[in-house]
Each structure stands twice: as C-alpha cells, then as structure tokens.
C-alpha cells in the first residue's frame, strides 16, 4: 500500500525538507530508489550506469483540478553524439488526454532558459548552449502546471476526474527518447498506447487533500500530514521505471496480498469489493505464474486500481488500472484483461519498446502471454481456446473484411477499426507460431532471455527475431514473414 507504510528514515527526511543532492546526505545516491526493489533486485540499479533521476514535488488544488509542480531532472547524455537540445513529452496535451499542461520556468544548469512547444504543445523543446557532450551531465529544473479535466458524466476517461477517480497517468514533463534518428516526438493516434520512455529514478512528493488515497508506482515511504491546511504529502520511489503514475480517489478501498516477496494491492470503488478481491487473486496469480516463466517481478509492491476506462485497462511500471465495466458488468473478461496488464511487467516495463512504431511487439507477447498463464495455471485446453476464440477467429474476421496488415508499423498506419484485430490478434499469432516451431522449453528459454538482455532497455523487433533465432537455433524469418510481414 502507498500511504501506509511507514518507512521514515533519518536518511530520508533531510532529502524530503531540502533540495540537497542525495549523493551529500546518505554517500549511496542509488538508497532512495532501492528501497522500491525486492533485496534480490537491488544490484540491477547500478549497472545501468548514470540514467535520468526525476525528483518531481506537485501539489493537487483538488476544487480547481489543477496540479502544480515542480521538478529537478538529473540528467547524463548518454547518446554517442553531442545534443543542442533536450526534449520533454507533454502527454496530458494530447487530445485524446484533454488536459491542459504548460511550462511555466525552465532552468538549464543555472540558467532560466526559452522554451517552445512543439508536437501539437506535446513536446518541450529545451536549447543547451552550450550543447551538451557525450558523458556530460546537467540539472533541468521545470515548473509546470496541469488542468485536470473533468469528464462529463462519469464517461470513461484514461487522463482525468470521472466517477470520483482521479487518474493521472503522465502527469508530468517526462523526457522523451534520443536514439540515433533523433528525438521521439510521434503524436499517436488516440486508439493506441502513446507514451514512449526510456528507465529512470523518480522521487516523488504529492500533496493532496488528507483524506484523499493516493496510489502510485514504486513505494511511498512516508506520509506526512499537513494540519495547517488539512493536507498529506506522500513521498514516494521508484526505479529504475519506465513511467511513474499516480492516481487518488477520496473513496478507494484496499485489499492486499503478496505475490511471492511483492505485496499486491488492489484499489476499488466500495461498491466493487467482492470483484476488487478477485483481481487481486488475479493479479497476484499471474505476477507469480511470469515470474517463474520469464524471471522475476523485480519491484516491492505492485498496484492494481479501479479506473474509469469503461471495459478496457491500461498498463504503467508497477500499477496497472482496471476498467470500472470489469468489476461491475464484464466479469467474463476480468481475468483476462488484469493478467494482459500484469504482462506488460515484462513486456513494456522491463523490456521497453517503441510502443509507437511497433506497437505489436509488446502488446503481441502480452497477448499471448495469457496463453502461458493458462497452461500453468489453467489447462493445456484452456490455452489452446484462446487461440480460437481471441485471436485465430477475430483475425480470420478481419481478413476477411479486407482489413489486414503488416503487423509491424506505426499505430499511425492503423485505423481504429484493424488495430486490435492486427495489432493484439495477429501479434499473438506470431508468437504462437513461434511456440509451436520451438516447443515450450525453448519458447521459455527465448522469453527468459530476451528479459535478460533486454531488462531496463529498449528492444526492436529485429532484436527480438535475432535473439530468438540465436536461441533456438532455427530459422524464423518464414514465421516472421508469414505473421507480422504478409499482408493477405
Ligand atoms: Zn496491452
């Protein structure tokens, strides 16, 4: 749970009421964040050498909707060029968001420093005079604020308040990804997954009404109240994550579980108790059943939290959130959604791609996880029935209406209408087909490697062809060619 436990330090304190360096306080800068990570984790942070640390403070005016904030990015370029600007993502403009984001300052080392708005005010572009060197470091600090719409009608809303659910995913300036092309800036369409990041460190204050629950990724580590004007700051970590999410709701309720040494929680709306606990069983039985597939869940706590996002779900590092229509009225397709969520652990958060570009890499192998899942903790029969029924069926439905694809574009390069039917559907065939060609150790084996090489990094689906031909030993490009580069 994120607000109860209690795990003030006299380390921790000081980096909370000051702005000092941690590295100054505690001689081990990487203490905070681990505290995020099961034991058996914590050496994973080190290794990845000098990646971005966000310590982002915001506050919630919870009768105006508005989110102000401030955050330091500790920043090392990383890149194997020379870069004369940095971009942060503004998610929260998207329409498809509806919220309104803006940059109020920007401090460029020591210097305030002119911005500008690109990618449809998605993008902050900062100028680095002087550019900034390969291994060279820089402190960005941002003030920013967010109009949190309100939906109407309790109406379904991934960004927003609807039915006294406040989420708040990408709420604030994330960095976008630098790869050799450049900078991502791509504005996706709004049937599709939009965000793109790379691993960070995040320590995070929320201050919000007292009587608010506030859920988030990582741990928080510390609940203060502030009697003076009947508010709570919840300090929270996490890392090394992708994303860093939060949600509030004066009425969630909560249940708790452990999923071998990860405490489990699920958030719901009390009306929801009865189906709040069995995603919680849900969630708890597919964090264990991929960590024995794949390789272990590597964070301290995991969420999962009612949201108003009607029958659907959505996946962020750590927290995952449940459409409302799945504890209410669509409890047939409960426990398939939350162990689609729980696989986006492995295949968005610990292995990240462009989800972009290549959308059908991760949301493919989360799709057809589910069939790993039931064969462990189902049936062989059970799994062989979501072929058929999931994606087989639906797949053959869209070739014949003249809609398929090549599984492996941009989600631009899909109409709402194909995209899960190619996307989800014929992405998981890929892998089916691939399972059937290599058997399931070997299956498991190119899984537990492609986990391995690619933990806290960023895969391409050549990369994932190279690494899966290299461990079984066989040729795939006709697998390849056949599920994700023929369009029929
Ligand atoms: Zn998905």
Redesign the pocket.
Known sequence: MKRATLFLTFILLPLLMSCIEPEQATGDHLAPYKQSLLPASQGDIAPLGEIPRYRITVRLDAEALTLTGRQQVFYTNNEGNKLGEVYFRLYPNLPQFGGQMQVQRAIVGARDTLFTYEAGNTALKLPLTPSLLPGEKLQIELDFTVQVPHAEDDEPHLFGLSQGILSLPNFYPMLAVHEAAGWHLDVAPEFSDAVFSEVALYEVSITAPLDMMVVTSGSALETQPNPDDGTQTVYCVGGPMRDFSLMMSREFQVASTTAYSTTVNSYYLPPDASSGQAVLQHAAAALRAYSDAFGPYPFAEFDVVEAPLGNSAM?YPGLILIGTDLYRKRADAREFLVV??VG?QWWYSLVGNDAVNHPWLD?GL??YSVYVYNQMIHSGDAADELVESRWLIPYQVAVGKGLDAAADQSSLAFSEENYEYIVYAKGALFFHALHQAVGDQVYLAIMREYLQQYKHGIATPADFLRLAEAVSGQDLDPIYLEWVLTVR
């Open positions: 996946e689609h969520e986006h949301e989360t799709e």
